[in-house]
């Protein structure tokens, strides 16, 4: 019964493999600037409990230290070159920088709809004499006063399984985890605007079945399902700006030949 209900809020698989498209795009763009990122919040708790998305999330959560404002200016003046636009929150001192895809070589095939790549910036703050990173967003530290993560926690980062991507982890969120109040044997639901509704009605369900925190195991070990996806390299993503440019189709129908050749 539980898991025929969390079922109706896993991401469909063709969406969820756009969402690694996307996140990849963002990723590779960070890497180009020499950004260094940690997975945070439900999307570290996605990569503990499922080496992926949780099925039933829908954005992706990382930290960047605030050492890289630099770095963050000239990345966030080369995201429109790569398919990418700010969403809701548009500047480095709000602590708080959200990016959306704004191109079809992303959403590929028109399917376009929201998703959101949240990157928080961190600062260094000494917390209960320990050298930790803290939101440097106001309003997330009112909102969540616990999320902090030690810095010997991060740092050496490591590299960890995220569906078809590899992304940069802190090397133990024990603590963070503690703190934070997230749970690798048991889940609650969150999702934002889209599926609000339907959420509310299947936490109801299984809360009325005594299914709720959710233990069961077969949905704890759930992977996100997604269709098959190619990931390319970053310059495959860029958009049309330029006279000589190809737009994504010629791009798609050189790979396409190139292959056929090389057979």
């Not at 950004?35 to 099925?55: D, K, Q, V």
């Amino acid at each position: 019964m539980g898991i025929e209900q969390v079922n109706r809020l896993v991401m469909n698989p063709r969406k969820r493999a756009v969402y690694y498209r996307f996140a990849h795009v963002v990723l590779e763009l960070l890497k180009k600037h020499n950004i260094e990122c940690f997975a945070h919040s439900g999307t570290l708790l996605g990569i503990a409990r499922h080496e992926g998305f949780i099925p039933w999330d829908d954005d992706i959560d990382v930290m960047v230290p605030e050492s890289y404002e630099n770095e963050i200016e000239a990345f966030l003046q080369d995201i429109e070159n790569y398919g990418l636009k700010l969403g809701t929150s548009k500047t480095f001192e709000s602590g708080l920088i959200q990016l959306v895809p704004n191109s079809n070589i992303i959403f590929e095939n028109g399917y376009p709809y929201f998703m959101g790549f949240d990157i928080f910036i961190g600062i260094k703050e000494d917390i209960s004499g320990r050298e930790c990173y803290f939101y440097k967003s106001k309003d997330f530290r009112r909102w969540f006063k616990k999320n902090w993560i030690p810095s010997e926690d991060v740092y050496p980062l490591e590299e960890y399984k995220f569906g078809p991507l590899k992304m940069m982890g802190p090397n133990t969120f024990d603590t963070y985890f503690k703190n934070s109040g997230f749970d690798l044997n048991s889940a609650i639901i969150k999702v934002h605007k889209a599926t609000k509704e339907i959420a509310e009605e299947v936490v109801n369900i299984l809360k009325d079945n005594g299914d709720y925190p959710i233990t069961n195991k077969e949905i704890l070990c759930m992977e996100a399902p997604y269709d098959p996806i190619k990931l390319e390299s970053l310059e495959f993503y860029r958009v049309l700006n330029k006279k000589n440019d190809k737009s994504f189709f010629e791009k798609l129908l050189d790979k396409i030949v190139k292959e056929r050749v090389s057979k």
